[in-house]
């Protein structure tokens, strides 16, 4: 069964820095596809980064590139999203997704089979 679970968020002001881990457990990742999506009061989930644990290619969401960094630590199955710059509207619950298959449709949340709990992150102007 993979478990992911999410630590590394709070309250920090605007033009602050924060890092999220997503700490992934239950199965061999090499062939996954790993993401951070978020989720606003009253809005739909949207995907903000992702990562192949392969090879470490990455992609970004407009809106982050520049500012969010996502990476992964293969000795500690964990997948980090350093996020600079940060804005009042980051404001959101980010969530770790993972998909077993390493699709392309990466934006879309129906690719990702699992989810972590999400935690919060709050930027203050």
């Known amino acids: 069964q993979v478990q992911l679970v999410e630590s590394g968020g709070g309250l920090v002001q605007a033009g602050g820095s924060l890092r999220l881990s997503c700490a992934a457990s239950?199965?061999?990742?090499?062939?996954?596809?790993m993401a951070w999506f978020r989720q606003a009061p009253g809005k739909e989930r949207e995907f903000v980064a992702t990562?192949?644990?392969?090879?470490?290619?990455?992609e970004y969401a407009d809106f982050v590139k520049g500012r969010f960094t996502i990476s992964r630590d293969n000795a500690k199955n964990t997948v980090y999203l350093q996020m600079n710059s940060l804005k009042p509207e980051d404001t959101a619950v980010y969530y770790c997704?993972?998909?077993?298959?390493?699709?392309?449709?990466?934006?879309?949340?129906?690719?990702?089979?699992?989810w972590g709990q999400g935690t919060q992150v709050t930027v203050s102007s």
């Open positions: 997704a993972a998909d077993p298959r390493g699709g392309y449709r990466y934006t879309r949340t129906s690719l990702y089979d699992y």
């Open positions: 990562i192949r644990w392969s090879d470490g290619y990455t």
């Open positions: 239950g199965r061999t990742f090499s062939s996954y596809r």
